[in-house]
């Protein structure tokens, strides 16, 4: 027990400085994306209906009304037209309505702070999964190291995966995001029940993130999943101080008429360009037959998600589950109703770790590939046809949304690679005595 607990003390103290400077990199390139945007402007476009919620939270009126929001926006001189309605579950608007005691603008710089250290969290526990899921033995001799490779990844993300975008709007997305990896981190690490403790509260927020939980119902881990139902009763029962007991019923009301192809007052039609959810696709395709829309979302999203997980498997390796990260979440992401081009952060940790294992394998054209993707996924195309003098066809309106087609087929693609390459349980070698081990270590060094 005493040679374990130093060991352990050994590996904490090797590994800290190293995850350290990754927070402290991820979290100063968060801030000079989001620093002049700060300064610019006093409440962005998004954190006005954040904003607008919470105070409605504080006086207990309807935090789904729309023209309730308007009327405060209004009272409170917020800028931006229109205010945009509330649309994620009533834990989110209830819990943070102490943003309602700050002035409008001091709120929106503590709540860019919040996204910014979210960022740089997420960075972090992606970076933990990631060496958790490469146990060789060069990995082991430079697991002191900083991982330069990964620090210039985590930089390169912050812009191709826009993360500037969600701070310029106050999104909520680096927030989801941090906890989405901590589950994800959690899980490597075998720790079940935070896994699912973190990943209800992405869910609690943003209830896309659920999908992440499929896995964990395939692969049998009944702790995970219990975890996840304990965070969501958790949820509920943090908000009901906060009266949020009407909100979970009003929720609960209009849930239905908030998915695919409804048109949400207040919103933005579905068919709208911006929109390249399956959705928004399928709206603008079937001219906005609700019926029509819903069914082909649903088989569409059963169909991307039952081909990830039947190539995964039902036990994947550590890097196998990783490989499904980025199928998965090209499915979290075009299974929303509604998505717009700062919902595509949402990849940072399967691109992350696929990026890592391109430049470690020296795998020069999948690395360029996933590159020019990843880039390509976060670009404005809806500007770019509005340049266009005469209407395109409805098939050329959705360019976000192929991308995201090929990062899943790419993902596909890896993925199956994984599995054919990840030796089998009777394949696998026998474990390495601890002088093999010593010695392995040795030669890395040297």
Request: hydrophobic letters at 55%; charged letters at 15%.
């Amino acid at each position: 027990m005493t040679s374990f607990a130093a060991a352990f003390k050994k590996r904490l103290s090797g590994e800290l400085p190293s995850y350290l400077a990754i927070f402290a990199f991820a979290t100063g390139a968060a801030w000079l994306c989001v620093l002049d945007i700060v300064i610019k402007q006093p409440v962005a476009i998004d954190f006005k209906s954040f904003y607008a919620a919470a105070v409605a939270a504080r006086r207990g009126l309807d935090v789904y009304d729309v023209e309730v929001l308007e009327a405060i926006a209004t009272e409170l001189r917020l800028p931006h037209k229109p205010t945009f309605p509330y649309l994620y579950p009533p834990f989110f608007a209830h819990t943070f309505s102490w943003l309602a005691r700050l002035r409008p603008s001091i709120a929106q710089q503590v709540w860019s702070s919040i996204a910014v250290v979210s960022y740089g969290l997420a960075a972090t526990f992606t970076v933990f999964a990631v060496r958790r899921a490469s146990p060789d033995l060069s990995g082991a001799a430079r697991r002191t190291a900083v991982p330069t490779v990964l620090i210039a990844l985590i930089a390169f993300l912050a812009w191709a995966l826009n993360l500037r975008n969600s701070l310029a709007m106050g999104q909520v997305n680096p927030l989801v995001l941090a906890f989405i990896c901590a589950a994800l981190a959690l899980s490597m690490a075998r720790k079940d029940i935070p896994a699912g403790l973190a990943l209800s509260v992405a869910a609690g927020i943003k209830v896309t993130p659920i999908l992440l939980a499929v896995p964990w119902v395939i692969e049998r881990r009944f702790r995970a999943l219990a975890g996840l139902a304990a965070g969501f009763a958790a949820l509920v029962l943090i908000s009901l101080p906060f009266g949020a007991a009407p909100a979970w019923l009003e929720f609960l009301r209009r849930l239905p008429r908030m998915s695919h192809g409804a048109k949400i007052p207040g919103l933005f039609a579905p068919g709208t360009v911006p929109n390249f959810s399956i959705a928004g696709f399928y709206t603008r395709l079937f001219d906005g037959d609700a019926t029509t829309v819903k069914l082909a979302s649903a088989i569409t999203l059963l169909l991307l998600l039952g081909a990830a997980l039947a190539l995964a498997g039902r036990s994947p390796s550590p890097p196998r589950s990783l490989r499904l990260l980025l199928p998965l979440l090209v499915t979290m992401v075009v299974a929303s109703p509604f998505t717009y081009v700062h919902h595509v952060l949402y990849l940072f940790p399967a691109a992350l770790y696929a990026l890592d294992r391109a430049a470690a394998q020296e795998r020069r054209i999948e690395m360029g590939a996933l590159v020019v993707l990843l880039s390509l996924a976060t670009i404005d195309f809806p500007y770019v046809y509005d340049r266009f003098k005469g209407r395109l066809p409805e098939l050329a309106l959705s360019v976000n949304l192929y991308v995201l087609l090929a990062i899943y087929a790419l993902g596909m693609f890896l993925l199956w690679r994984e599995r054919r390459d990840t030796p089998t349980a009777r394949e696998s070698p026998a474990p390495a005595s601890d002088r093999e081990v010593a010695t392995g270590l040795a030669t890395a060094r040297r």
